[in-house]
């Protein structure tokens, strides 16, 4: 069903890459922490952040709820062959941003989406704990063990 709610789209459309990246960092990690159930914990704390971000940012909330919103965050986070996923898998396995991305063939866009939402939502004073911790990681600052512990915890 097409939508009428362009700006959703659009704004859905990136979110999606940044929980996409914590899921994948769940796969690399492997043995450490998390698993499926883990994964399933962060595309919920992830949709629900973007929820809250994304309307403040005049996303018609029930974009979230179809295609251009849940459907595509679900198929990006948990393909094989997704661009973000795998980014994410290689920053759990224990890359720096820079190692990972000199691997990656395809650009992934989970990187400047984070930061630029992360960005809007400090301008519109929405908290915002799971992009923080991407954003940390992202930034070098924290381990991919301690991101996926704080997106969490961010929630609780």
């Known amino acids: 069903m097409p939508s009428d709610d362009a700006t959703g789209c659009e704004l859905w459309g990136a979110y999606k ?18 698993g499926d159930n883990l994964k399933a914990a962060l595309v919920t704390i992830g949709f629900s952040e973007g929820q809250r971000l994304l309307t403040m940012m005049g996303a018609n ?35 720096t941003l820079e190692q990972a991305l000199d691997e990656m063939v395809m650009v992934a866009e989970g990187v400047r989406a984070a930061r630029m939402f992360r960005n809007r939502a400090q301008q519109l004073d929405c908290p915002v704990p799971f992009l923080d911790a991407l954003g940390e990681l992202l930034d070098g600052k924290i381990r991919p063990d301690e991101c996926v512990r704080r997106m969490v915890e961010g929630m609780l």
């Open 17 to 34: 890459n940044t929980v996409a990246l914590s899921c994948g960092m769940v796969d690399g990690l492997r043995d450490s922490i998390g």
């Open 61 to 95: 909330p029930a974009t979230a709820f179809g295609p251009a919103g849940i459907g595509d965050l679900y198929v990006t986070s948990a393909s094989p062959r997704s661009r973000n996923r795998t980014l994410g898998e290689k920053l759990g396995s224990g890359l």
